[in-house]
Structure formats: structure tokens, C-alpha cells
């Protein structure tokens, strides 16, 4: 008996074997908090940037914030699909569960929709303005160069500090990105304390990522502890916490508004307890019975970095 004919218009089988794969790679290696953490570090910028430009009126999230948050999510989406191609070859031997290292997708399908996702991000953003789009194709364009210098420089990819400072631009073009996309529709005035709002964010985001590379006795991974050892770790995490709340107070000027919103405000100051017990308990941490390394707790890091954002968000929405 003869197959039916596939209906006209109808998507070929192997198109939607490939759809279902790629989907299963995304809800495998595209975990549910990168998506919060899109909405919230958007919504963060976005209404830091608005309330300092333009410190008379409170900030109000629109359609377009929307659009910077689904634009943003897919930029991490894409650049997530990027590193999987990049680190096939070390996966194959430390990760050998990932997806792509177990076949259940395909380095073509990654690169198709590698492009689809940079087509959809860009098409979303020129609902935004030109500039927008200008930026989210070169933050795109950033993490594809950053491939090809890793692969044809060992320093720039063995150097961890080195690799940090070529690396780390990627959060840069983002904060660029949500800030100039702003300012072209209106919820956010051009200015240097709206650029000032990069260095709150560089200082949250390094402090977080000092914290998961800092280790007693890990000698076998890319830790920052390993380059500076774990006391100088220590202190680039605390300082990097300093430097954000620092540029949170210099940014917001609390002294400026009456009570109770000052309060509000001052929190992040009140914040920094939280570097400080993970600090004091990383560095007064008995070397374990069983040899295991002794890792810098990472939880206050996280909720250092998630409660400063939120407060952020909450104190540009009721800003007076």
C-alpha cells in the first residue's frame, strides 16, 4: 500500500525531528532560572538607567521592555548554542553526557538555529530602533569572534585572567544594548550616569563569577583561586560586591529623598553582610575530612546578586 502524500505546505518530517531535538537541547542546557535572570536583569538596567537619567518620575515598564526581555533571553540562548560547538571537544572527555557530545543534537541543527535565533533578535530589535538592532548583531558578532580567538590563540584560551578581560564584554554589549535601546524609545535620557549604570552591573556580575571559581586545594580546574590564590580570590570578591552596591548609592543618591524611600535604598548598602559571612566562612573553613575541596559558598553570591537586583527594580518603580 502506498503512503499518503505529505500535504502541501506541511513542515517535512525530518524539519520537525529536528525541531523536537532542539527543543530538548534548550530545556536540557537552557535551565528555567536564564530565563528569570533575563526578565530580572533587564528589568534592572532598564529602571536603574531610567530613574537616574530622569530622577523625577518613577519608572514604568512597557511593551518595549518586553521586547529587550525576550530579545536578551534569546541572546543567551544564542550564545549558550555557541559555547556548546565551542567546547565540543573538552565535553567529549569532562562532559560526555551533553547533548551534543551524545548525538541527541546535531552540530548542523545548532548552527541552523544559531541562525534563526540572531535573525529573530535582530528582527525584534528593529521594532525597538536602527541602534538597537546595530547592537544586538554585534553583541551576536562578539561571541562568534571570541570562538576564533580562542581557537587561534592558546594564551587568550589557557589565560584565565586573560580570557576574562576578552571575554567579559559580551555583559557590556548587553548593558549597551537595553540602555541605548531605551534612550531611542524614551524611557531612558542619554548621559553618564546613565553609562555608570555598566559599572553597578560589571561589579554584581564579577563578584558572582569570582565566587564559583574560588576554591581551597582545586588545583585541577580554571579557578580564579588557582591564579590568585584563595586569600586575593577572596578579596576580588569582596571588592567586586563593594564596587556595585558603591556605584548603586554613588548612582541613586539617597541622601536626596526622604524617608521611607531612602531606606529603600540603603538596603544594598546593608546587602554587603552577605559577601562578608561567605567570605569569613570560605576563609575559616577546616580542610574536610575527606579531602574534598573546600569551594567558596556560592549562595550568598546568588542571593547577593538577585536581591540587588530586585531591590533596584522596586525602588525605580515606586521612585520618589
Same mark, same amino acid.
Given at each position: 500500500m502506498k503512503? @499518503?502524500?505529505?500535504r502541501?505546505?506541511a513542515?517535512?518530517?525530518?524539519?520537525?525531528?529536528s525541531?523536537?531535538?532542539?527543543?530538548?537541547?534548550t530545556?536540557?542546557r537552557?535551565?528555567?532560572?536564564?530565563?528569570l535572570y533575563a526578565v530580572l536583569f533587564?528589568?534592572?538596567?532598564?529602571?536603574?538607567a531610567a530613574v537616574?537619567?530622569h530622577?523625577?518620575s518613577a519608572?514604568?515598564?512597557g511593551w518595549q521592555?518586553a521586547?529587550?526581555v $525576550?530579545? &536578551?533571553?534569546m541572546?543567551?540562548?544564542y550564545?549558550r548554542?555557541?559555547?556548546e560547538i565551542k567546547d565540543?571537544?573538552?565535553?567529549?572527555?569532562?562532559?560526555?553526557?551533553?547533548?551534543l557530545v551524545?548525538g541527541? &543534537?546535531?552540530?548542523?541543527e545548532?548552527?541552523a538555529?544559531?541562525?534563526? &535565533? @540572531? *535573525?529573530?533578535? *535582530?528582527?525584534l530589535s528593529?521594532l525597538l530602533?536602527w541602534?538597537s538592532?546595530?547592537?544586538? &548583531? @554585534?553583541a551576536m558578532?562578539?561571541g562568534l569572534?571570541l570562538?576564533a580567538?580562542?581557537?587561534r590563540?592558546a594564551?587568550?584560551r589557557?589565560?584565565l585572567?586573560?580570557?576574562? $578581560?576578552?571575554?567579559y564584554?559580551?555583559?557590556?554589549w548587553?548593558i549597551?544594548?537595553?540602555?541605548?535601546?531605551a534612550?531611542d524609545?524614551?524611557?531612558?535620557?542619554?548621559?553618564?550616569?546613565?553609562?555608570g549604570?555598566?559599572v553597578?552591573?560589571a561589579?554584581a556580575?564579577?563578584?558572582?563569577e569570582?565566587? %564559583?571559581k574560588?576554591?581551597?586545594? %582545586?588545583r585541577?580546574e580554571?579557578y580564579?583561586?588557582?591564579v590568585?590564590g584563595?586569600?586575593?580570590?577572596?578579596?576580588?570578591i569582596l571588592?567586586?560586591a563593594v564596587v556595585a552596591v558603591?556605584?548603586?548609592?554613588?548612582?541613586?543618591r539617597?541622601w536626596?529623598?526622604?524617608l521611607p524611600?531612602a531606606a529603600?535604598?540603603w538596603?544594598?548598602v546593608?546587602l554587603?553582610?552577605?559577601?562578608?559571612?561567605g567570605?569569613?566562612?570560605f576563609?575559616r573553613?577546616?580542610p574536610a575530612?575527606?579531602? %574534598?575541596?573546600?569551594?567558596?559558598?556560592?549562595?550568598?553570591?546568588v542571593?547577593f546578586?538577585?536581591v540587588?537586583?530586585?531591590?533596584?527594580v522596586i525602588?525605580?518603580l515606586?521612585? %520618589?
Amino acid at each position: 500500500m502506498k503512503s @499518503a502524500p505529505p500535504r502541501v505546505g506541511a513542515p517535512a518530517p525530518g524539519l520537525l525531528a529536528s525541531i523536537r531535538r532542539l527543543a530538548r537541547f534548550t530545556v536540557v542546557r537552557y535551565e528555567t532560572h536564564h530565563l528569570l535572570y533575563a526578565v530580572l536583569f533587564v528589568a534592572a538596567v532598564e529602571s536603574t538607567a531610567a530613574v537616574v537619567s530622569h530622577p523625577g518620575s518613577a519608572w514604568r515598564p512597557g511593551w518595549q521592555t518586553a521586547v529587550r526581555v $525576550v530579545v &536578551v533571553a534569546m541572546l543567551l540562548l544564542y550564545l549558550r548554542m555557541v559555547d556548546e560547538i565551542k567546547d565540543l571537544d573538552y565535553d567529549r572527555e569532562h562532559n560526555p553526557d551533553r547533548p551534543l557530545v551524545t548525538g541527541a &543534537v546535531g552540530v548542523g541543527e545548532l548552527w541552523a538555529a544559531i541562525g534563526v &535565533v @540572531a *535573525a529573530v533578535s *535582530a528582527g525584534l530589535s528593529l521594532l525597538l530602533s536602527w541602534w538597537s538592532a546595530v547592537l544586538v &548583531v @554585534a553583541a551576536m558578532a562578539y561571541g562568534l569572534g571570541l570562538w576564533a580567538l580562542e581557537a587561534r590563540s592558546a594564551r587568550v584560551r589557557d589565560t584565565l585572567l586573560l580570557n576574562l $578581560v576578552v571575554t567579559y564584554p559580551v555583559q557590556l554589549w548587553i548593558i549597551a544594548y537595553l540602555v541605548v535601546s531605551a534612550v531611542d524609545t524614551g524611557q531612558v535620557e542619554s548621559g553618564w550616569r546613565s553609562a555608570g549604570v555598566a559599572v553597578l552591573f560589571a561589579g554584581a556580575f564579577l563578584h558572582f563569577e569570582f565566587a %564559583r571559581k574560588t576554591a581551597h586545594d %582545586r588545583r585541577s580546574e580554571s579557578y580564579y583561586s588557582n591564579v590568585l590564590g584563595p586569600q586575593r580570590s577572596t578579596c576580588a570578591i569582596l571588592a567586586f560586591a563593594v564596587v556595585a552596591v558603591g556605584a548603586d548609592v554613588v548612582l541613586l543618591r539617597p541622601w536626596d529623598h526622604g524617608l521611607p524611600w531612602a531606606a529603600l535604598m540603603w538596603i544594598p548598602v546593608l546587602l554587603l553582610a552577605l559577601p562578608v559571612t561567605g567570605a569569613y566562612r570560605f576563609l575559616r573553613a577546616a580542610p574536610a575530612p575527606d579531602s %574534598r575541596p573546600r569551594e567558596y559558598p556560592v549562595v550568598p553570591a546568588v542571593v547577593f546578586v538577585l536581591v540587588l537586583y530586585l531591590i533596584l527594580v522596586i525602588q525605580a518603580l515606586t521612585w %520618589r
